[in-house]
């Protein structure tokens, strides 16, 4: 079970210096979203560079482009980029082909997906590595955690391995690894902890 710390908001050298602070506690560092709307894939290339013993994921949440965008993060070094399982198949496919050609991993975020059980099937029809069960920060904000989510995506995914993210935090993560899946990612609770060293420790002691 590994444990992906999730990098959004902080600038490239502060993100940096943070993830050096709690590195030996976390499996994957991911250059979120809004850090590569900031950053691009330098984010990218700076954080493969300064912790080539990590596996880096770009948080592309890929709508469209599939291969071609895939393959900005793989060229930069990403291990993992995303794709949004509300993406077309064709989108989809095109992402997965990149990820195979360069010898790296796909994970399709099932955010905002609201008949999981179907897309899951397809997902896994189409052969997808990862299928991540996403409850977004939108909609952490009216109060709604993954959980459940978890639940049907561990009785529907058959091959993809289940990574799981959405306000996760030391005090919530037993009942997520009870639920046993490969990744779970962590953002918030120790981007904003009064101590993310203890945090994260304590998150990863919770795992293992
Ligand atoms: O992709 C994201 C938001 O779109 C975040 O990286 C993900 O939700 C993990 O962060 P947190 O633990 O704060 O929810």
Do not use: W
């Amino acid at each position: 079970m590994k444990l992906q710390l999730a990098l959004d908001e902080m600038p490239l050298v502060d993100a940096l210096r943070f993830a050096d602070k709690v590195a030996e506690h976390v499996d994957i560092i991911e250059i979120g979203t809004p850090f590569v709307m900031d950053e691009g894939m330098r984010g990218v290339r700076e954080f493969h560079r300064f912790f080539p013993d990590k596996e880096i994921l770009a948080d592309l949440k890929i709508m469209d482009g599939g291969y071609l965008e895939a393959s900005y993060a793989y060229e930069a070094g990403a291990a993992y980029a995303t794709i949004l399982g509300v993406s077309d198949n064709l989108t989809i496919e095109g992402a997965l082909k990149a990820a195979r050609d360069f010898e790296r991993k796909l994970v399709v975020d099932m955010i905002c997906v609201e008949d999981l059980p179907s897309r899951i099937a397809k997902m896994e029809e189409i052969g997808v590595d990862i299928l991540a069960v996403h409850t977004g920060a939108d909609q952490q904000a009216a109060g709604r955690e993954p959980i459940e989510d978890l639940k049907v995506m561990t009785e529907n995914a058959k091959k993809a391995q289940i990574a799981v993210a959405g306000g996760i935090n030391s005090k919530t993560i037993d009942k997520y690894v009870a639920l046993k899946p490969e990744i779970i990612i962590v953002g918030s609770a120790i981007g904003h902890a009064e101590d993310p060293v203890a945090e994260a420790k304590a998150i990863k002691d919770a795992m293992l």
